[in-house]
Each structure stands twice: as structure tokens, then as C-alpha cells.
């Protein structure tokens, strides 16, 4: 049996259908693109972890060093800094340094808004 070959694709096809935007039941257009759907998808994959979530709960009180957030979330040092940096990666939470800490916080409280929601959300199902 002979592999099957795939034609290839369009790119002229693939920017068009990417820029189109999309239409609601009642006719008018959605302000939301493509490309905002995968900026939410990559914000919601840097969630996706519950010590990121622990981190971005603990952090909405306000800011807090390494060593605060060690022993809040009860983890490990190294297990809290390699989640702060995907966090700080994906633009969640900023370092502000001090001689030699850094001072972690939210750049932005919406983000700390959809933890907590959804966090409330399990609990009333259970």
C-alpha cells in the first residue's frame, strides 16, 4: 500500500482565513480574532499547572519573595522558581529586585480574577 500524499496547503488561503473575523448569531462582527484565541489558549496553558495556580492565588494578596511563596504553597524552592519562570514567561507575574530577592507580583489582577473563578467553580461542584 502506497502512503498517501497530502496536498499542501494554500498559505495564500491560510492569512485570508486567519484574518476573517468572526460573525455572531445576530449578524454583527465579534471584535475577537484567531490570534487572540491562541494568546487566551497559551495565558490558560500557563495556568494549567495547580502550583501556578497556588502561586497566582497567593500572589493576588499581594507581593511576595521565594522563599514567602515556599512556604505558603508547602513545594520546594526549585519546584516554585521554575513555575515563576513560565509565569513570568507568559507575561502573569512581574520580579521587582531588592538587593537579593525578588519580589514577585501580578502584572495584571483580571488574570488572578480567572483562577479564583475557576477555583470557586470546582469547589461548588464538589
Request: proline letters at 6%; hydrophobic letters at 40%; aromatic letters at 4%.
Amino acid at each position: 500500500m502506497t502512503p498517501r500524499k497530502w496536498p499542501k496547503p494554500d498559505l495564500a488561503v491560510a492569512a485570508e482565513v486567519s484574518r476573517v473575523r468572526f460573525r455572531r448569531v445576530d449578524g454583527r462582527t465579534n471584535s475577537e480574532t484567531p490570534s487572540s484565541y491562541e494568546a487566551a489558549g497559551e495565558l490558560l496553558r500557563a495556568l494549567s499547572a495547580p502550583a501556578r495556580i497556588g502561586i497566582v492565588v497567593a500572589l493576588n494578596a499581594g507581593p511576595k519573595c521565594v522563599h514567602e511563596l515556599v512556604d505558603e504553597l508547602d513545594a520546594p524552592q526549585p519546584l516554585i522558581s521554575q513555575h515563576l519562570r513560565v509565569l513570568r514567561s507568559a507575561g502573569v507575574v512581574k520580579g521587582k529586585r531588592s538587593g537579593r530577592e525578588i519580589s514577585y507580583s501580578l502584572t495584571d489582577h483580571h488574570i488572578a480574577h480567572i483562577v479564583t473563578d475557576a477555583v470557586q467553580h470546582v469547589r461548588e461542584e464538589d
